[in-house]
């Protein structure tokens, strides 16, 4: 929601302050302009961008116009879920989850915390790294040599995804520049031409630097700023189920694992010991003001 907002702020002030000059919206339609330079950034945006990295882009931006799922809310049904889990491994034994880790959907303990057994990247991140030491026997470090793998894709697949917002972002002010360059041939061709229509071509090249900056600094740029800063608090989610995995794997008890793990949380967003103490007990504290819920 903030995006949006801060988007429509930037727009708003711009043409606000622009038509408080005494300027004419009419004279900013130049379609041409925005042919040139929105055919070529999106042309250079699909010619370097792969397939797979589009299709998950495309999602994860409709999604960045919603709530934050990783907001207060979402941690402290975290922290629950992974009691619970912990709390069945040590009290019935490693062999006693492993129905749930095969089969989360039909999970009696994960229907309990939808949040997390709908975040379907979490869900396998947790799963799959203790079904390495249930299934398979590893080892504590093969567990977190393992996690930390797969947090290293995920972070350079996140890093392609900001990647590619960006790099269109920079090359708009080039484009407006060409869209601009085209605009100064067409009226340099045109010098004999009455002063009113020549005022209009160099006005419309104008346009076209105009425009390039404008998408850039006011809307691609930010929505990328917006994109980063969604994904640092999903991997900080995943960072706090390999902290709470890995402690409780080397046997200690569930809520030491949990304490741990709450550093791993972001500030803004990290209960407290004491609050921590309350979401273990079933009695989730109401999200901190400012904290977007999921």
Known sequence: MLLIIGLLVVFISVFGGYLM??????VLIIIPEYLIIGGAAGGAFLAGTPPEILKVLSKDLVKLM???PYGRPAFDELFMALFALFNKMRREGLLSI????????NSELFKAYPGLLHNHHAMAFLTDSIKLSVSYGGEISQVEAAMDIN?????EETAMEVGALTKVGDALPGLGIVAAVLGIIIALGALDAPVAIL???IAAALVGTFLGLLLSYGLIQPIAAALEARKKDEERYLYVIREAV???????PPSLALEIARNAVFSHTRPTSAELESILEGNVPSPAP???AK
């Not at 000059?21 to 009419?26: F, Q, R, V, Y």
């Not at 947090?151 to 972070?155: N, P, R, W």
Request: glycine share 20%.
């Open 151 to 155: 947090l290293e894709a995920h972070h």
């Open 66 to 68: 919603g709530k934050n």
């Open 199 to 201: 005022g209009h071509k």
């Open 21 to 26: 000059e005494g300027g004419d919206l009419l």
């Open 246 to 252: 890995l402690v409780s794997l080397s046997g200690s």
């Open 98 to 105: 492993e129905g749930d880790l095969a089969d989360p959907e």
């Open 290 to 292: 400012g904290v977007a």
